[in-house]
């Protein structure tokens, strides 16, 4: 039986990894969207929003054309070949 997300039923430490297993590689943050994507879920760690309204938040700004999370350049990028 999977256990509750919500933030009633969590610590701030199990929100912050459900976030962790749930973003995948955050330590890489080589595509960019990494710290994007951790800034979106600050709310529901810290326990302001429940994980429903930040992705319902998130998904209005995406059809509204609002800015979202800025990409980062890749730490990586460029050293393929060296």
């Given at each position: 039986?999977?256990k509750?997300l919500?933030?009633?039923?969590?610590?701030r430490?199990?929100?912050?990894?459900?976030?962790?297993?749930?973003v995948?590689?955050?330590d890489?943050?080589?595509?960019?969207?990494s710290?994007g994507?951790?800034?979106m879920?600050?709310d529901?760690?810290?326990?302001?929003?429940?994980?429903?309204?930040?992705?319902?938040a998130?998904?209005?700004?995406?059809?509204?054309?609002?800015?979202?999370?800025?990409?980062?350049?890749?730490?990586?990028a460029?050293?393929?070949?060296?």
């Amino acid at each position: 039986m999977r256990k509750s997300l919500l933030i009633a039923d969590t610590t701030r430490e199990e929100r912050e990894q459900i976030v962790a297993e749930s973003v995948g590689n955050i330590d890489g943050l080589c595509d960019g969207c990494s710290p994007g994507l951790l800034n979106m879920y600050q709310d529901y760690i810290e326990g302001r929003m429940e994980l429903k309204e930040v992705n319902r938040a998130f998904n209005a700004r995406y059809i509204s054309g609002a800015a979202g999370p800025d990409r980062g350049p890749c730490a990586s990028a460029g050293r393929e070949n060296q």
